[in-house]
């Protein structure tokens, strides 16, 4: 079955630090991509999503992936932490080999002072 | 333009029970998927609709089911409530089907089985 592995559960950074959560799909044919983020209590906010338009894709609050289909990856960065980064991320993958939204297991953004 | 609504917010069963939860999508979207959140097995797809067709299906029993109206609206059920069934159950709405169409998540029913 296609999966999604976002490797590290819990990633803690400092403020200010550059943040880095890593993403690896496993189909033969890239899917399409997305970043999304979970607030205590709260749905799911998409932070960007990769349509083969570009390689590297810009979001929303300073995030940005980049795919790189020699690694199947599609890791998600942001140059400087932020307190209000703390979350769950969650990777995502559609299309290619997968029929339906699947998300990888998510990842604990722990921003420390 | 308003978001993804779910109603209700926090609900309490018993086991053998049946529940009944509600999506409601941003306006003008006409495909609603269910999610089933828990600390152990993380986000799993429950079914898409999309213009009151089931579209796709998880790997769920027969006890969960859903359906869509006519105004895009959906509702899904689960019947004779295990403990397993407490979770975070996730609504998302998009405007089609289509892979690369954004999916916009509501937040949640937190459903609890006692």
């Known amino acids: 079955a296609q999966s999604v592995t976002q490797l590290g559960s819990h990633v803690s950074v400092s403020e200010g630090a550059l943040v880095l959560l890593r993403c690896n799909y496993s189909?033969?044919?890239?899917?399409?991509l997305f970043w999304y983020v979970q607030y205590p209590n709260q749905g799911l906010q998409l932070l960007l999503k990769y349509t083969s338009a570009a390689t590297l894709v810009k979001g929303i609050n300073g995030f940005e992936a980049e795919f790189k289909k020699s690694e199947t990856s599609f890791h998600l960065t942001k140059p400087s932490a932020h307190m209000s980064d703390a979350a769950e991320y969650f990777c995502a993958a559609r299309g290619g080999g997968y029929n339906k939204l699947i998300f990888g297991a998510g990842t604990r953004l722990a921003v420390h002072p | 333009k308003a978001g993804v609504t779910q109603t209700p917010r926090y609900l309490i069963k018993t086991r053998g029970q049946q529940v009944t939860l509600s999506c409601s999508p941003i306006?003008?979207?006409?495909?609603v998927s269910w999610y089933q959140q828990t600390p152990g097995q993380g986000l799993q797809f429950l079914f898409e609709y999309f213009s009151e067709t089931q579209r796709n299906k998880g790997n769920f029993p027969g006890r969960f089911s859903g359906r869509q109206f006519s105004n895009s609206r959906s509702e899904m059920n689960v019947s004779t409530l295990e403990l397993g069934d407490s979770a975070l159950y996730l609504c998302a709405s998009s405007l089609a089907v289509g892979d690369t169409d954004t999916q916009y998540f509501g937040p949640g029913t937190r459903l609890t089985v006692l």
């Open positions: 306006s003008g979207h006409r495909s």
């Open positions: 189909s033969s044919v890239p899917p399409y």
